[in-house]
């Protein structure tokens, strides 16, 4: 005889089948990020565009034109992320770090323990040079739980013009995942110079 618990994971595991095969969303590929090979991540990425779930996701990306990144490795299961952010005609220089858990498939974020950061292949884009990267916050409250952040962000290794083809198509994906509100930074303006990384 099944039990309740058996008889409810068959019925979810069905759900979700049903629901791949009937949606015409496909599923990104996850990079956990205790087994990535970091070494082919590290180096200049530029910020092409963010998707998210409501407006607040991505408001704070509409006042730039352009961003370009260095990932750094400060030590083995340390990442330090520095930004170079144009928002007119100033450059803010930012700087993240994020520890890789043993056996997590998210990065930590210093400071920000409730923040989850995802990585995923650009393959789901069709371009081998991108990485996506889906920052998820959850507040706990009584009774329930809710994403107050929910959003992908597209970067390009060799260029911060990337094909418009592989802009839509990031459009595209995200939408079919709920995130409606989108942002493609213009790039129209010269890139900020990042200080110089060992």
Known sequence: ??????????????????????????????????????????GKWYFIAAAGVKESDVQMFRQMDSTVFHLNETSKNTLLLTGAMRVGVHCIMKNWTYTIQSGKDDLTSEGRPELQTLVWSGEWLNCTQ??????????????????????????????????????????????????????HLPQEKELCKLESKA
């Open 130 to 183: 991108c990485i996506l990267l889906q920052e998820i916050e959850r507040h706990l409250e009584p009774l329930e739980t809710h994403d107050t952040l929910n959003r992908f962000m597209l970067y390009a290794r060799d260029s911060a013009l990337l094909d418009n083809k592989v802009v839509k198509v990031f459009q595209t994906q995200t939408a079919c995942k709920n995130m409606d509100r989108f942002v």
């Open 1 to 42: 005889m099944l039990e309740a618990k058996e008889v409810y994971s068959f019925l979810l595991f069905v759900n979700g089948w049903l629901g791949q095969l009937f949606s015409p969303c496909s599923q990104p590929v996850l990079l956990s990020t205790s087994s990535l090979n970091t070494q082919q991540y590290l």
